[in-house]
């Protein structure tokens, strides 16, 4: 009887201290001002990274429509060795099928490093966005006096979403 009396004791001391924590936590998080911004808008909708979306595209824009014509040639010269493959001789239709096997490999080659290529201009554009959305967060979060500010949440309330904020503040 006496220990569970003393269990007793130390539970309501335990409840009693957790209360008290949860109590002294919830003033403090309403002195603290949270803040989010969703990177995938920025990414979206800001003038910075439109632009930057933009110069890849030109960049790019040639070596494109190369790999389009590419397999456009691919096609048809597979599409006219089926069609001849009846009345071609065995040498022939050997012959195109290695061309056209080399023809295949070039072009898979040639978009491997196309998308390598790509991608690695891309990262480096965004990372040039990402930067600077990066000081626009900061100068607001400092003027605005937020103690924190998130870019990566599984759930973020409307109400602490800066986002717009920093889109403006980036399209001007």
Do not use: H
């Not at 911004?37 to 990274?49: K, L, M």
């Not at 006219?80 to 072009?107: G, M, N, P, T």
Request: aromatic content about 4%; glycine content about 2%.
């Amino acid at each position: 009887m006496k220990s569970l009396s003393k269990s007793l004791m130390a539970c309501s001391s335990a409840l009693a201290l957790g209360t008290l924590m949860l109590a002294s936590g919830g003033v403090q998080a309403q002195e603290s001002k949270i803040g989010f911004v969703s990177t995938e808008r920025i990414f979206r909708e800001a003038a910075p990274a439109k632009t930057a979306q933009t110069k890849i595209e030109q960049e790019f824009s040639r070596r494109d429509k190369e790999l389009q014509d590419m397999a456009a040639r691919i096609k048809s010269m597979s599409d006219k060795l089926d069609k001849d493959a009846a009345v071609l001789s065995e040498s022939d239709r050997a012959k195109r099928q290695r061309e056209l096997a080399e023809l295949d490999k070039d072009f898979q080659r040639k978009q491997r490093e196309f998308r390598e290529d790509l991608n690695q201009r891309r990262n480096e554009e965004l990372a040039i966005v990402l930067e600077r959305t990066n000081k626009v967060i900061k100068q607001i979060a400092e003027t605005e006096k937020y103690d924190i500010v998130f870019q990566e949440a599984v759930y973020a309330s409307p109400r602490i979403d800066i986002t717009d904020k920093v889109l403006k503040a980036l399209n001007k």
